[in-house]
């Protein structure tokens, strides 16, 4: 965390990320009951992004000034366009609590893609071992996904694989395109274009010549709207601002509860069974990404290294100043 980031907010971001993205699996369930899943992702991140964007204009002249546009659209189409759409797109053929499992495995593609295409450090062996172990419940959840849902098929299983990779990478390349104080801007300008991305997915999906607005339940256009201002606006300008001040690793924990809240949800309201298999393969990732974020704590400087007064006062018996 940097000295800029208060820990209020940290926490308070970090809730909304936890919190509500855990509930917007449910939403999205409900969307795609009357909804064609890259139209209800496209609209929705469109009119959040359009929202935010007159927001914006109300306090400033030039929400995008300082902005990388390439690079912020980039980070939409690979987040809220692939990342998130995918994903949409793949719940029509895997139960909501199921999907956010593999999403559980975010924190280990970042860390893969961190030290593949980023800071290029070889993780530590708890980190391999992490790996290990949660690619291990993703590949035991996905060869037995059609005991979980009927009408599962493989290529629902890859979209989600690719909808983890796209985010991880848009996630990583915020950092070097965004300013810290332009996080706002960015954030509307990456649901924008991740928004435009999904309505272009359409075509070749040829949603529209399926869709009925007559048959759009009011469900369904709830739960759009509570996509639009909390799982859109609040939820992901509580990520972009983490990202911008806090490492990738520790805000890809959200996906850690993300799976549990889902689970549950999926299994309360909708009637989704939860069965043994789910189970272990839930503990198997969650257990992974644990040990690959799980980080000992710092040992003790080296005494003679400490300046003369400080190793004087340490002698003295006088306390350790705090350096966290």
Known sequence: MTDQAPLPRV??????IYLIWGTTFLGIAFVLRSLPPFIGGGVRFVLAGLIMYLWLRLRERRPFAGLNLAGGALCGVLMSGMG?????WAQQGLPSGIAALFV???PVIILLEDWLFFARRRPQLQAI???????????????????????????????????????GFGTLLQRRYVPADRVQGFTSLQMLA?????LLMTLPDREWQRFQPSAITPASLL???????FGSIVAVNCYSWLVAHVPAQKVATYALVNPIIALALGAAVLG???TPLAILSATLVLLGVALVLYRRPRPAAHVGRLPRARLAGIKRGSPEPFDG
Not at 143 to 157: D, E, G, K, N, W
Not at 194 to 198: A, I, T, V
């Open 11 to 16: 926490l308070a971001c970090f809730a909304g």
């Open 84 to 88: 998130n759409g995918f994903v949409v």
């Open 104 to 106: 559980g495995a975010m």
């Open 129 to 167: 071992l992490g790996v290990t172990v949660g690619f291990a419940g993703v590949a035991l959840l996905s060869a037995h996904t059609r005991s979980l849902a009927l009408t599962a098929r493989p290529i629902y299983v890859a979209a989600v694989f690719v909808a983890g990779i796209a985010w």
């Open 194 to 198: 991740g928004g435009l991305f999904q």
């Open 223 to 229: 739960a759009l709207a509570y996509l639009v201002a």
């Open 272 to 274: 989704e069974r939860v």
